[in-house]
T-cell receptor
Framework: AQSVSQHNHHVILSEAASLELGCNYS??????LFWYVQYPGQHLQLLLK??????LVKGIKGFEAEFIKSKFSFNLRKPSVQWSDTAEYFC????????????FGSGTQLTVLP | SQTIHQWPATLVQPVGSPLSLECTVE??????LYWYRQAAGRGLQLLFY??????ISSEVPQNLSASRPQDRQFILSSKKLLLSDSGFYLC?????????????FGEGSRLTVL
């Protein structure tokens, strides 16, 4: 069975700092990868996704993620965070072409200090 | 455009009482529907999913059940709530079983069992 690991449970940064949130998955086949974000008081929404092609994926609000197949990783990055990026971030993986549903990581709470 | 609605948003119930959380999707036909539970520090756990009317798959054994009486309606139920059923429940939908798998989430329902 596939699993997703997010090693950082809580990250605290100052505004303008760079961000990298780790995500590793365990599955040897082809995968679809996602990052979801949940802002305080709001519902989960898609930040970015990778299906195929360029392993560097750009999402909304200046976020990007890089799929490194050899490392089974899909880390989320942002060069300069803002206070409004304070949220919980979830990595998720799905076996490509499979009926199996998304498997989510445990989430990383990001707090950006003004 | 597609929308998903989930209610009630918050619910406080005594132990042993029944439960019914409802979810409806608008603007799409034959969606795949999901119920997740979100626990702090534990990410999202898939409880049930449905690929069609009357078709329910359960991911984990538990005190809850799900039903899909109509194409775009998904209901989470319990006959007798336990304290351990407290949590944040999310309904979600996706387009194709074997497709990319992107999920669209509802606003969530916070259940407190006393």
């Amino acid at each position: 069975a596939q699993s997703v690991s997010q090693h950082n449970h809580h990250v605290i940064l100052s505004e303008a700092a760079s961000l990298e949130l780790g995500c590793n998955y365990s599955y040897g086949g082809t995968v679809n990868l996602f990052w979801y974000v949940q802002y305080p008081g709001q519902h989960l929404q898609l930040l970015l996704k990778y299906f195929s092609g360029d392993p560097l994926v750009k999402g909304i609000k200046g976020f990007e993620a890089e799929f490194i197949k050899s490392k089974f990783s899909f880390n989320l990055r942002k060069p300069s965070v803002q206070w409004s990026d304070t949220a919980e971030y979830f990595c998720a993986v799905k076996e490509s072409g499979s009926a199996r549903q998304l498997t989510f990581g445990s989430g990383t709470q990001l707090t950006v200090l003004p | 455009s597609q929308t998903i609605h989930q209610w009630p948003a918050t619910l406080v119930q005594p132990v042993g009482s029944p439960l019914s959380l409802e979810c409806t999707v608008e603007g799409t036909s034959n969606p795949n529907l999901y119920w997740y539970r979100q626990a702090a520090g534990r990410g999202l756990q898939l409880l049930f999913y449905s690929v069609g009317i009357g078709q329910i798959s359960s991911e984990v054994p538990q005190n809850l059940s799900a039903s899909r009486p109509q194409d775009r309606q998904f209901i989470l139920s319990s006959k007798k709530l336990l304290l351990s059923d407290s949590g944040f429940y999310l309904c979600a939908w996706s387009v194709l079983t074997s497709g990319p798998g992107e999920l669209f989430f509802g606003e969530g329902s916070r259940l407190t069992v006393l």
